[in-house]
C-alpha cells in the first residue's frame, strides 16, 4: 500500500522569506499524481498544488512551487515570500488508483506558522 | 458558489447514542468520499461512493455506515459512538477522470461524551 511520510510536525517562517516543507512517498506504481493542500485552522481543505507523475517539469503556482524528485520519491513544496495567510496545516496526498477506485493518501501534515 | 456543505460544523454526542452527519455537495460530482481526521494524524479514508456504488475501506470499523440517497446528500452514521471516534470527519466530492484533486467541505467536529 502507498504511503506518504511528512517528517516535520511543525514550521515556521518569517513574513516575506521562503519555507520548504518535505515529503516523501512510497509506492510500486509508475504512474500517479501527488498533491499539496492547505488546511486554514476551522476552515476547509483547499488544493494548492498538484503534480504528475509522469513530469519531469516541476509545478508552479503563484508562490507555490514543488521539487520533485520521481527517483528518490520525493515532493517538497516550497512557499516563497510567506504571507500571514499561509499559516495553515499542510498535507501532502498521493492518489492512489489501487483496487480500481481513486483516493488520496495523505501525510500526517505540517503546521505552518507565519512570524510576522 | 458550487460547493461542499457539512451539517452539523460541531456535534456532540453521547457515548453509545446513534449520531449522522450530512454532506451535500453544488457540484455534480459522482464521489463523494469521507474522511477520518484525528489531531496529529493523516486523514483516513472510510469509504466512498462512485455514483450509487459503496466502496467500504478493508479497516474501517462496522460501526460507521455511510448512505447516498441521491448525487447531491452523502450521510455518515456512526451506530454507537465511542471516545475513540471523537474526531473531525471531512467530506469530499469529485469528477470521474478527475485530476484537480477533492472539492472538500469544511467538516464535522464529533465530541463523544
Known amino acids: 500500500a502507498q504511503t506518504v511520510t511528512q517528517s516535520q510536525p511543525e514550521m515556521s517562517v518569517q513574513e516575506a522569506e521562503t519555507v520548504t516543507l518535505s515529503c516523501t512517498y512510497d509506492?510500486?506504481?509508475?504512474?500517479?499524481?501527488l498533491f499539496w493542500y492547505k488546511q486554514p485552522p476551522s476552515r476547509q481543505m483547499i488544493l494548492v498544488i498538484r503534480?504528475?507523475?509522469?513530469?519531469?517539469q516541476n509545478a508552479t503556482e503563484n508562490r507555490f512551487s514543488v521539487n520533485f524528485q520521481k527517483a528518490a520519491k520525493s515532493f517538497s513544496l516550497k512557499i516563497s515570500d510567506s504571507q500571514l495567510g499561509d499559516a495553515a496545516m499542510y498535507f501532502c496526498?498521493?492518489?492512489?488508483?489501487?483496487?480500481?477506485?481513486?483516493?488520496?493518501?495523505f501525510g500526517k501534515g505540517t503546521k505552518l506558522t507565519v512570524n510576522p | 458558489d458550487a460547493m461542499v456543505i457539512q451539517n452539523p460544523r460541531y456535534q456532540v454526542t453521547q457515548f453509545g447514542k446513534p449520531v449522522t452527519l450530512s454532506c451535500s455537495q453544488t457540484l455534480n460530482h459522482n464521489v463523494m468520499y469521507w474522511y477520518q481526521q484525528k489531531s496529529s494524524q493523516a486523514p483516513k479514508l472510510l469509504f466512498h461512493?462512485?455514483?450509487?456504488?459503496?466502496?467500504n475501506e478493508a479497516d474501517t470499523p462496522d460501526n460507521f455506515q455511510s448512505r447516498r440517497p441521491n448525487t447531491s446528500f452523502c450521510f455518515l452514521d456512526i451506530r454507537s459512538p465511542g471516545l475513540g471516534d471523537a474526531a473531525m470527519y471531512l467530506c469530499?466530492?469529485?469528477?470521474?477522470?478527475?485530476?484537480?484533486?477533492?472539492?472538500f467541505g469544511s467538516g464535522t467536529r464529533l465530541t463523544v461524551v
Open positions: 469530499a466530492t469529485s469528477s470521474e477522470g478527475w485530476v484537480d484533486g477533492y472539492t
Open positions: 503534480q504528475e507523475a509522469y513530469k519531469q
Open positions: 509506492t510500486s506504481e509508475s504512474d500517479y499524481y
Open positions: 496526498a498521493y492518489r492512489s488508483t489501487q483496487g480500481g477506485s481513486e483516493k488520496l493518501v
Open positions: 461512493y462512485y455514483d450509487k456504488d459503496f466502496n
